[in-house]
């Protein structure tokens, strides 16, 4: 009964990750407040999701330089079992906030919203295109 049991947990386990496999790539953010975008690379992080900022854009698409670059933006994220969903944390540099995360896998892209811990304020951080 016991290698049942753990063979479920194991299957469980495996697709879970297995469903996190289609945000793995890099990620075109939303313009920000300030209208500078960046490109987020999400791996794999032990059992959960991460993202870096490895470049970013100021709102005519021209390099910019910050200190932000290779800060992880997400972390600490997991499919929550419904098709698509993922929970998690989320830093905002133009607001230099943490929030808890909302991301959305679509046909549009990456719908990314979260909120502070408390839940007092929420934001929509919009939808992220995936880079080739």
Sequence with gaps: MR?????AVAVIVMAGAAGADELIGDWRTAPDDNGNTG???????????CGTLVQAFDSAGASLQTDNIGRQIIWDTNPTGEPGQYRGMLYSP??????????QRTDAGLSVSGCVMGGAICREGGVWSRVN
């Design 94 to 103: 133009d607001r230099d906030r943490e929030y808890r995360s909302r991301l």
């Design 39 to 49: 490109i987020i690379r999400i791996t794999q992080c032990g059992a959960a999701l």
């Design 3 to 7: 290698k049942y049991l753990l063979g």
